[in-house]
């Protein structure tokens, strides 16, 4: 029955165009959607240009601006400055509402809560961001703009994956209990709930609209958190501008509980495109990818390079140079290989985290790997940009069952994309896709075990076959073997034998310049490595 429903819904998509005509009115409400900038204020249509948009479409309609999350974090700006950076030129653009996505927590609860909150002059809203402690709200559920002589609710959702796929810690108190939550539940409905209790709220206050600026995202995401779901169990919702799975999606029509439908949009991610959702006169509404930007606002550049110019010199120093491209990216489709694949970026950090704290095994979560390395002298800032998160290394003793059950976690979405696929050092195993995943997750998206026959095999450390009863040294993040981040908690349950040691970006660069003389080798000439990883 869903497959039937997602057929006529794509298929609605199409007519989409020629069902909800865009009439010429003297005043057009234009609402202009960003998701996932992750830092990229000059890539693709860039900050500036998206500024100029804004500014020449205010002259014969009325603008508002928002952001469906994951702006602060992603580049060594982002990074050097704990997201302020981002927030000063988001204000320099002017926004009118912001979400924080899951990467807004990624410097520390109290960063986003007391640097970012405050600095951000659209304010930030979410409607299922609960302290657990009072059971109160954390942020203001929407926010009501009036334009036009109506009334335009904006209601928050931020993905309730956000506690694993965030540092949990973040998210806890001194003894490890949670604290803050997200609506985390067995199958979703706890996050519709609280999201059409702040529908209703909107709509008895007079609300003529109601938009929900969410970071659920669609394929990649967790099914019972998605936003075509999220839509599925609410009501009395125009419109969802979305984010989390960077897809470009140029307005789907998904049927709502009450059989309604309701546009869908999202951008992809870095300001590839801009959403447009345009409300004429007569209350057609219909939603479009802007691709296209000629101009950029001289202003906005001006921000973003006084922005930058601190962190400048201390991005631009020399590291080393590197024989060959260090692939994030498939060279022949240009897709990402890090979350799906073996590649020459998961290898080379994952050499480096085992080789520098002596583990027997090296490992790295493919979400935390960014961007290529280029060949040539390269600089702090493309080590960065490949690793921005800032994560510390540690390491662990662990069993060789708890590391087949990282293993098999890691590997439960393959041939799909997840940001917990690890890149291995010192071992190597085989995924079998005929096998499904039988993971099992508690509700916060937290592993519990598995059910069913495991679909990773052939798993050997340093020549040798694992042993499930034998412990073994683990090198990696943190996020990961301390924090039990993506919900791989497996590794928290060993012994902690050096913890936060050194940073991702400084584990590599010793790495090179200690260990390889300041030049990656040509080992490392695949892009799609050595054969550790084997899928079948």
């Known amino acids: 029955m869903k497959g039937l429903k997602k057929l006529f819904v794509l298929s609605m998509a199409v007519a989409s165009t020629t069902m909800l005509p865009l009439l010429a009115m003297a005043k057009d409400i234009v609402i202009l959607h960003t998701n996932d900038i992750h830092c990229g204020v000059e890539d693709n249509l860039g900050m500036a240009k998206l500024s100029q948009l804004k500014k020449d479409l205010s002259a014969d309609n009325h603008v508002i601006l928002v952001d469906a999350g994951d702006a602060i974090q992603g580049t060594p700006l ?17 926004y009118d509402f912001c979400i924080p996505g899951n990467h807004e927590f990624d410097f520390s609860m109290d ?25 109160k709200p954390v942020l203001p559920a929407y926010k009501i703009i009036e334009a036009e002589g109506k009334k335009i609710a904006f209601v928050g959702v931020t993905t309730p994956s956000t506690i694993v796929s965030s540092t949990p810690s973040f998210f806890q108190g001194s003894n490890g209990e949670y604290i803050y939550g997200f609506a985390e539940d067995e199958k979703g409905k706890a996050v519709a709930k609280v999201t059409q209790k702040a529908i209703d709220e909107a709509r008895k206050k007079g609300a003529d609209y109601v938009i929900l600026v969410t970071h659920m995202g669609m394929n990649g995401s967790q099914e019972r958190y998605q936003s075509e779901m999220l839509i599925e169990n609410t009501k009395n919702v125009d419109a969802v501008l979305d984010g989390h799975s960077h897809e470009r999606i140029p307005s789907w029509l998904i049927i709502n509980k009450k059989d309604k439908r309701v546009v869908l949009g999202q951008t992809g991610t870095k300001l590839k495109s801009i959403g447009k959702l345009t409300i004429t006169e007569d209350d057609n509404m219909q939603y479009e990818l802007v691709t296209k930007i000629d101009k950029a606002d001289p202003v906005v550049q001006n921000v973003i390079n006084n922005v930058k110019a601190p962190y400048e010199k201390i991005l631009a120093q020399p590291i080393g140079e590197s024989m060959v491209v260090i692939c994030h990216d498939d060279p022949k489709t240009g897709e990402r290989m890090v979350r799906k694949q073996e590649n020459s970026l998961g290898n080379l950090v994952a050499d480096a985290f085992r080789t520098v704290m002596g583990a027997d095994i090296g490992i790295v979560n493919g979400g935390g790997l960014r961007k290529d390395i280029p060949a040539g002298i390269f600089n702090y800032n493309n080590i960065l940009q490949s690793m921005p998160f800032g994560n510390m290394v540690s390491t662990v003793e662990a069993t060789g069952q708890q590391i087949l059950d990282l293993l098999e976690m890691a590997s439960s979405k393959v041939p799909g994309e997840s940001g917990a696929f690890m890149s291995v050092s010192g071992m190597s195993y085989t995924i079998d896709t005929s096998i499904p995943s039988s993971v099992k997750l508690d509700p916060k998206g937290m592993f519990e075990g ?63 310049q200690n260990y390889h003389d300041g030049k990656i080798p040509a080992d490392y000439a695949n892009p799609y490595g050595e054969g550790r990883i084997t899928i079948k």
Do not use: C, H, W
């Open 78 to 94: 982002g990074k050097m400055s704990n997201g302020t950076a981002i927030v000063d030129i988001m204000n320099a653009v002017g």
């Open 111 to 135: 960063n986003f809560l007391n640097n970012i909150v405050p600095r951000q002059k659209a304010g930030y809203y979410s409607a299922n961001f609960t302290d657990l402690r009072t059971n």
């Open 450 to 512: 598995v059910e069913g026959p495991y679909r990773v095999t052939n798993v050997m450390v340093n020549g040798e076959p694992l042993d499930l009863n034998k412990k073994y040294i683990v090198a990696g993040p943190g996020y990961t073997l301390k924090e039990g981040g993506d919900g791989m908690n497996m590794l928290t349950k060993g012994k902690l034998l050096k913890d936060a040691s050194i940073s991702e970006s400084d584990a590599v660069i010793e790495y090179i």
